[in-house]
């Protein structure tokens, strides 16, 4: 499409009062900058991003998943505001779009009808019933006259339901035109894209308005619309991943990752948490269990288990109260109130309650290997690096810390000592014959 993106990611977002900034807060788990930059590649092959506050980390972060992307530092010290922010940019094509990226919610079909205008600049536009603390847009023959900040309307003015959602569509040659015209003689000595739409109408352009829905246009810049934002999103990706036929058990419950990936007929109970890049195939997910950066495949998990990053879990039931660790678990089954760390456990294998792989000595981590067919009695401890060989049995209540061989049973307990009466002596009790 003979479009150049320019994507906003400048401002500072004091409003969020936070030391992270603004565009990289997440937003069912990733930054929520990185929506407008996918929006942006489904759109145009010229994408820039314009940085200033913490400029570094953004593009650093940036680039971590995306390649192709030019960045643009504003000189915030001459040219502070939005229309500083679009100067001595060489794009590649006619037409630029400008975005923002704190407005995660923005998508390419949304986008579409503002693309398919033709006009000197087209922008974006939504009516609120309560239009308080927004400029107002007047629109006069299917064309925008005027761009007023609400200190400046009169009250006729103020009536006007129309509002600017900020997204701009500008022939380029406006822009080359306007942005060296642009002064900064307002309260907040700063440029403003909107000057240019006020420019363009006093000399004849054509400033087309489109109304778009006001849930795909909103912008983030405060905790709160930072939350309202991702039950926007979480919808969606809950929407999108039932229609694709994941069934979803009181589905405002659950969250799910941008990233999480599901194939095949899977069910998610409520409260479940699925975080990263996970990917659940042919699986139930029962109530209250979280799977974060794990593969779990033709498997049940929980009630109330987790399933941590580096986890595969295939062919298995994992019951509730479970955790896994970095383990590949292959046909097993616990059933309970077991930890599984930096373990390999094969087909046919059977975890009891209260068994833990002690993989860590305070300085390292070491792998526990479970073969097939092995029963680990229930309150085992396996003391890491240890390797167990298939058809073995361990007896309940035992503290492994040397390799089993197959075929054995493995056994470690203190005997069993039986003191008559010591309840009695010890309570002062006296009971019979005392």
């Not at 603390?133 to 005027?146: D, F, I, S």
């Not at 969250?255 to 042919?282: M, Q």
């Not at 295939?314 to 046909?331: A, H, R, Y």
Request: hydrophobic share 40%; charged share 25%.
């Amino acid at each position: 499409m003979n479009i150049s993106v320019i994507i906003l990611a400048a401002g500072q977002g004091t409003r969020m009062k936070s030391e992270l900034p603004k565009v990289l807060h997440p937003i069912s788990g990733r930054p929520m900058i990185h929506y407008a930059i996918e929006t942006a590649q489904r759109i145009s092959d010229d994408v820039t991003v314009v940085l200033f506050h913490q400029a570094e980390r953004i593009e650093k972060e940036i680039t971590r998943e995306f390649e192709g992307i030019r960045f643009k530092l504003q000189d915030h010290a001459n040219y502070p505001g939005t229309g500083g922010a679009v100067m001595d940019i060489a794009t590649r094509h006619d037409r630029v779009l400008v975005l923002n990226g704190d407005m995660p919610l923005v998508t390419a079909e949304a986008l579409e009808p503002i693309l398919q205008k033709d006009g000197d600049i087209v922008m974006s536009v939504f009516d609120l019933p309560d239009p308080s603390g927004y400029g107002r847009v007047v629109v006069e023959n299917g064309e925008v006259q005027a761009i007023v900040e609400e200190k400046d309307c009169t009250p006729e003015l103020k009536r006007i339901e129309t509002v600017n959602a900020g997204v701009y569509l500008f022939k380029k040659e406006v822009l080359d035109r306007y942005l060296p015209l642009l002064d900064n003689d307002n309260a907040q000595a700063e440029y403003y894209l909107t000057d240019i739409v006020k420019m363009a109408r006093e000399e004849g352009r054509h400033i087309i308005p489109v109304w778009v829905e006001e849930a795909a246009f909103k912008g983030v810049n405060s905790r709160y619309d930072l939350a309202h934002a991702e039950e926007m999103m979480q919808e969606r990706i809950r929407e999108r991943w039932m229609r694709a036929g994941v069934t979803m058990h009181l589905p405002s419950t659950i969250f799910i990752d941008s990233r999480a990936t599901f194939h095949g007929d899977c069910t998610l109970d409520n409260g479940v948490t699925i975080l990263g890049a996970s990917v659940v195939t042919a699986s139930h997910i029962k109530s209250h269990t979280v799977v974060e950066e794990a593969d779990i495949k033709n498997s049940s998990v929980g009630p109330m288990a987790r399933i941590r990053p580096g986890s595969v879990v295939i062919d298995s039931q994992i019951g509730n109260f479970v955790e896994v660790k970095k383990s590949k678990l292959t046909g097993v089954k616990a059933g309970h109130l077991s930890y599984l760390g930096d373990a390999e456990i094969e087909e046919g294998s059977n975890i009891g309650a209260g068994t833990i792989t002690c993989n860590y000595d305070g300085r390292k981590k070491y792998k526990t290997k479970i073969g097939r067919n092995v029963f680990v009695g229930s309150d085992t401890q396996l003391v890491a690096p240890v390797t167990i060989e298939d058809n073995v049995m361990i007896a309940a209540g035992t503290t492994v810390t040397k390799d089993v061989k197959e075929g054995s049973l493995a056994i470690s307990r203190t005997p069993q000592k039986i003191v008559e009466r010591f309840f009695h002596r010890f309570f002062g009790t006296g009971g019979e014959n005392g």
